[in-house]
């Protein structure tokens, strides 16, 4: 997959980001969440979207205060989805874990599978949809925008 110059940037920002974000909340200490305390959300209908959503928390808004408002992996069976919807003043990445994700991204439709990465910049709109067979599988990021 080739990136553009502006997809390379928006990614380095989203890194350090997350390292700031690591590093205030940690104040310099080791901070674990294990497997089991990490909440678990089911959605129902999530975004308007159809079918059940789950949402498995690493991190959320306050965890990040003035950050972001969530770090997770996100489980949409076959069938379901999240709706398409706009993002102010914050965006959203995607990475696919595994499956195969409809994006709608600002309108036109693109199927992503495993390896492939989406963003959603600030203003703009997005939703998903998993119309393969098996779990769609994906890391979800949501950031402010502080440019």
Excluded at 48 to 62: N, T
Excluded at 130 to 141: K, P, Q, R, T
């Amino acid at each position: 997959m080739i990136f553009s110059d502006s997809s390379l940037f928006l990614i380095l920002k989203i890194t350090r980001l997350i390292i700031n974000i690591i590093e205030e909340y940690i104040g310099g200490k080791k901070m674990i969440r294990r497997k089991e305390e990490v909440n678990i959300r089911e959605t129902l209908n999530a975004r308007g979207g159809p079918g059940h959503v789950f949402f498995h928390d690493f991190m959320l808004k306050e965890d990040a205060p003035g950050h972001g408002r969530l770090f997770s992996k996100v489980v949409i069976p076959a069938g379901s989805g999240i709706g398409v919807h706009q993002h102010t003043d914050e965006f959203e990445a995607f990475y696919i874990i595994s499956g195969e994700a409809t994006i709608n991204d600002n309108g036109t439709e693109e199927v992503l599978k495993e390896g492939d990465f989406h963003i959603c910049k600030n203003g703009d709109s997005h939703g998903v949809t998993n119309n393969g067979s098996e779990d769609l599988v994906m890391i979800a990021l949501i950031l402010n925008d502080l440019s």
